[in-house]
């Protein structure tokens, strides 16, 4: 097959995409991941989903559809490339500061017994968030040795999950951060890598990456104590957010903590937590 198609659609595109193509796509994604995606990403999709076309010489989306339909390994990339990821590190500070000033010193108190806490990113994108939560961690337990502490960060997409454990990101992802916080945390690379820089090995210790499609059956049972959903649901339809905010109640312990982002509300969605203003909620008892 040609890599490129002998048509070219009204806007002068290589290939064609038809309003039939476009919205069997948005059904898969839809069907995949709970996202609902709009006519205004029709663009968006073109470009991500032409370079698959052109990389794999099929000359259609329908003949693509059709791969995907019957080649599980192409539906991880095509999720892979459809799905957004936006993040930083410290992203929305007043999160990280209410986990360092107010919840850690209660779980300090509330888990003596096991010394153990769990934490989970989901949707943790290329790892922003899961390293700024245990930079956090890390500054608050050098006050209290002996501790526990784990955080499990996963994704759908399998690229930024990689990504996401390499702990490697070019040096203007680290720009907001002081001087004193990049030089505790990060290792600037030399010679070649130059511009380049490096999560310490001691916050890779505690963070576990895998792949994790909230949609699908969740293989963990674990108590989590605090859970970051930030900028993950705002794409899911309203039956998807009210099923994913059960299960996430389901697995938070006892007046555990949930953070969502600024853009997100539980109003209409969850009755299982009351807010705390900032976008930080607690389990009901």
Partial sequence: MNGKSSRSDQDGHEFDLSDREFEQLKKIVSEQTGIVMTDAKRNMVYGRLARRLRALKIDSFTR???????????????????????????????????????LLPQLVAN??????????????STGEEPYSLAITVKRFFESYPGWDVTILATDIDTNVIAKAASGIY??????????????????????????????????????????????????TQASFDLLFCRNVVIYFDKPT???????????????????????????QISDRFDALGGTIYQKKV
């Fill in 64 to 102: 693509y559809i059709q791969l995907i339909e019957k080649d599980e390994n192409e539906l991880v990339n095509f999720i892979n490339s459809v799905t957004t990821n936006l993040t930083a590190f410290f992203r929305e500070k007043h999160h990280f500061e209410y986990l360092h000033d107010k």
């Fill in 111 to 124: 888990n003596q017994q096991s010394r153990k806490i769990r934490i989970w990113s989901a949707g943790c």
């Fill in 170 to 219: 070019t040096e203007d992802r680290i720009e907001g951060l002081s001087p004193e916080l990049v030089k505790r945390w990060f290792v600037k690379g030399k010679g070649g890598k130059i511009g380049m820089v490096k999560v310490r090995r001691e916050l890779q210790e505690i963070i576990h990456f895998d792949q994790l499609n909230l949609l699908q059956p969740w293989p």
């Fill in 241 to 267: 957010k009210v099923k994913l905010f059960e299960k996430y109640a389901d697995v938070l312990a006892s007046k555990g903590h949930l953070f969502i982002g600024h853009s997100e509300t539980l109003f």
